[in-house]
């Protein structure tokens, strides 16, 4: 049997107590099938406290059922649009010639479609306690169960250059921003550091702040005085997460750079 591809899950510390749980899915129809094909595994630097794995395990469930969902909707759609297509025309023809109206036509058709439509979603719904979706999601929340934890290296890397960018002038982590810096990598943590990469890309949408980027460089060409106001402005803006994005571009920086 071939060995399955690993999927880390990250745990990351905030110097100020806080946490991030960050994933490479997605979406939860990804997630659903990498837990299916993958092995899944989490990682930490600090440990994480017992109440926040109970938070993200929830968290999960609820993807768990987001997928299923979108599981049951791919399969079933043909037959459940032919069933509700029966029924409209069921619904028609009894309005047309059982029923009289004034307004022939109109009203058989909107009749029929709102028939057609209530039947669709009574047919969702009962797919989703139907029999298959039970045994899909039980599946699914046993393997998110045998999900554990392990400390990492990079992960404690990570936290501590995160706590320092929290701790540091804006100034300088801006100039990590525009200008970052490579981090050392040894090889077997190469891939976990890929996944972190696009873990964050999926949760803070990063590959879209090039627009940004290009004003945070003419910002730190301009003078002292005009500095502070831009830099002022920009943490008003909430656009950032400085210190978080700071350790994203440095260590994007490295993952692109294979050697």
Request: without cysteine; glycine residues 4%.
């Amino acid at each position: 049997m071939p060995e399955k591809d690993r999927i880390y899950l990250f745990h990351i510390f905030r110097k100020d107590g806080s946490f991030l749980f960050l994933d490479p899915f997605g979406s939860p129809d990804k997630f659903v099938g990498a837990l299916e094909r993958s092995e899944v595994e989490g990682r930490y630097g600090m440990e994480p406290r017992v109440e926040a794995l109970t938070m993200f395990r929830n968290e999960l469930y609820r993807n768990i059922e987001a997928g299923v969902k979108n599981w049951l909707s791919d399969a079933r759609f043909v037959p459940k649009f032919l069933i509700s297509a029966l029924v409209f025309v069921v619904f028609y023809f009894f309005m047309s010639f059982v029923v009289r109206d004034p307004l022939p036509v109109i009203d058989e058709i909107a009749i029929g479609l709102v028939a057609a439509v209530v039947v669709f979603f009574v047919q969702g719904r009962r797919d989703m306690n139907s029999k298959a979706a039970t045994k899909k999601r039980l599946d699914l929340r046993v393997i998110v169960d045998r999900i554990t934890f392990k400390e990492s290296a990079f992960v404690r890397q990570v936290e501590e250059a995160l706590h320092r960018n929290e701790t540091g002038s804006i100034e300088e982590v801006i100039k990590q921003i525009v200008e970052p810096a490579r981090q050392e990598l040894e090889p077997e943590v190469r891939e976990e550091a890929a996944q972190f990469i696009r873990a964050l890309e999926h949760r803070f949408n990063f590959k879209k702040l090039q627009r940004e980027e290009r004003l945070l460089k003419r910002v730190m060409g301009r003078s002292p005085g005009e500095l502070n106001k831009s830099f002022a402005r920009l943490v008003e803006s909430k656009k950032y997460d400085f210190p978080l994005y700071a350790v994203y571009k440095s260590y994007k920086k490295t993952v692109a750079n294979k050697k």
